[in-house]
């Protein structure tokens, strides 16, 4: 109640309410591919290596008054530059890919916490990005938000065909002549362009969390991709918003109450279809 009191009354309730639904929109979309073709450990190491991104942009603005270096800008720069490594990595170094992509993850970090270290007056800035403070979300972050869902989305409803055979047999997809190599690496793309979406809402710790919990539990409710890109979608703005409604009033974090919600609602619908097959079982006997 004290979140639908102040929400007509403060901008930077109703900017967080947008961001959430913007993030939850392409979380569903790309977390469902992501899910599907099982790549959630360079999913995870493309979030990390955004800390570089943001730390490299506050240092350029407040060290050498650069104001073109936004932190979004720096992340989407990052979350690119690696989502091509890794994807290069992968596609070239299959026995050695776990620990390339250890390693990158590892380094990204490191290079963003060198970046935030130096730069005057802004390390208390990196629990905000390691753990997300969706309440301090700006217009212009969500205009650049806006530009990175269409992006995401179009490109998603554009090529679904293609990511869904690079997704789903990626042998069959070879013969029947598609450029599997390429899509791959715009699939990467797609997920470095969410992550960074989903870091302004839960922080880099959390994003592979909400990149994959609401696209886990569309996948028990649905058979189609399409159905579980949907529900996945509505899923993430529905937790995001309970998330922020009900840590506003006893000023909890946002973030990792979203992600709390959204794993007590995962484990809750794998209970739940363990007692219906359970109970099948039962009267089938």
Not at 1 to 13: E, G, H, T, V, Y
Not at 34 to 39: A, E, L, Q, S, T
Not at 41 to 52: M, N, P
Not at 149 to 157: F, Q, Y
């Given at each position: 109640?004290?979140?639908?009191?102040?929400?007509?009354?403060?901008?930077?309730?109703q900017?967080a309410?947008?961001?959430?639904?913007?993030a939850?929109v392409?979380?569903?979309?790309?977390?469902?591919f992501?899910?599907?073709?099982?790549?959630t450990?360079?999913?995870?190491?493309?979030?990390?290596?955004?800390?570089?991104g943001?730390?490299?942009?506050?240092?350029l603005?407040?060290?050498h008054?650069?104001?073109?270096?936004?932190?979004?800008?720096g992340?989407?720069?990052?979350?690119?530059?690696?989502?091509?490594?890794?994807?290069?990595?992968?596609?070239?170094?299959?026995?050695?890919?776990?620990?390339?992509?250890?390693?990158l993850?590892?380094?990204?970090?490191?290079?963003?916490?060198?970046?935030?270290?130096?730069?005057?007056?802004?390390?208390?800035?990196?629990?905000?990005?390691l753990?997300?403070n969706?309440?301090?979300?700006r217009?212009?972050?969500?205009?650049?938000?806006?530009?990175l869902?269409?992006?995401?989305?179009?490109?998603?409803?554009a090529?679904?065909?293609?990511?869904?055979?690079?997704?789903?047999?990626?042998?069959?997809?070879?013969?029947?002549g598609?450029?599997?190599e390429?899509?791959?690496?715009?699939?990467?793309?797609?997920?470095?362009?969410?992550?960074?979406?989903?870091?302004?809402?839960?922080?880099?710790v959390?994003?592979?969390?909400?990149?994959?919990?609401?696209?886990?539990?569309?996948?028990?409710?649905?058979?189609?991709?399409?159905?579980?890109?949907?529900?996945?979608?509505?899923?993430s703005?529905?937790?995001?918003?309970?998330?922020?409604?009900?840590?506003?009033?006893?000023?909890?974090?946002?973030?990792?109450?979203?992600?709390?919600?959204?794993?007590?609602?995962?484990?809750?619908?794998?209970?739940?279809?363990?007692?219906i097959g359970a109970?099948?079982?039962?009267?089938?006997?």
């Open positions: 109640m004290d979140f639908l009191d102040a929400l007509p009354r403060f901008a930077f309730l900017h309410l947008l961001a959430g639904v913007l939850g392409a979380c569903g979309v790309v977390g469902s992501v899910v599907v073709r099982r790549i450990s360079i999913a995870g190491a493309i979030a990390h290596c955004v800390l570089a943001l730390g490299a942009a506050r240092w603005q407040v060290v008054g650069q104001a073109w270096a936004s932190p979004m800008l992340a989407v720069a990052a979350a690119l530059t690696a989502a091509v490594l890794i994807g290069v990595i992968s596609l070239r170094a299959k026995e050695r890919e776990d620990t390339l992509i250890g390693a993850w590892a380094v990204g970090m490191a290079v963003g916490i060198l970046f935030i270290a130096r730069t005057p007056g802004y390390d208390q800035d990196l629990m905000s990005y753990f997300g969706i309440l301090l979300v217009g212009s972050d969500l205009w650049l938000m806006l530009v869902d269409v992006v995401v989305v179009v490109l998603c409803i090529l679904y065909p293609q990511l869904q055979a690079v997704c789903f047999d990626e042998e069959f997809a070879r013969l029947r598609l450029h599997v390429l899509y791959y690496l715009l699939l990467l793309g797609l997920t470095a362009l969410t992550v960074v979406l989903l870091v302004t809402v839960v922080g880099i959390l994003v592979i969390a909400l990149l994959t919990l609401p696209a886990a539990i569309a996948g028990q409710l649905t058979s189609t991709l399409r159905g579980m890109m949907a529900a996945a979608a509505a899923l703005i529905a937790f995001t918003i309970t998330g922020l409604a009900v840590s506003y009033g006893p000023d909890l974090p946002a973030g990792a109450t979203t992600i709390v919600i959204a794993g007590l609602a995962y484990l809750g619908v794998l209970a739940l279809r363990r007692l109970a099948r079982a039962s009267r089938a006997h």
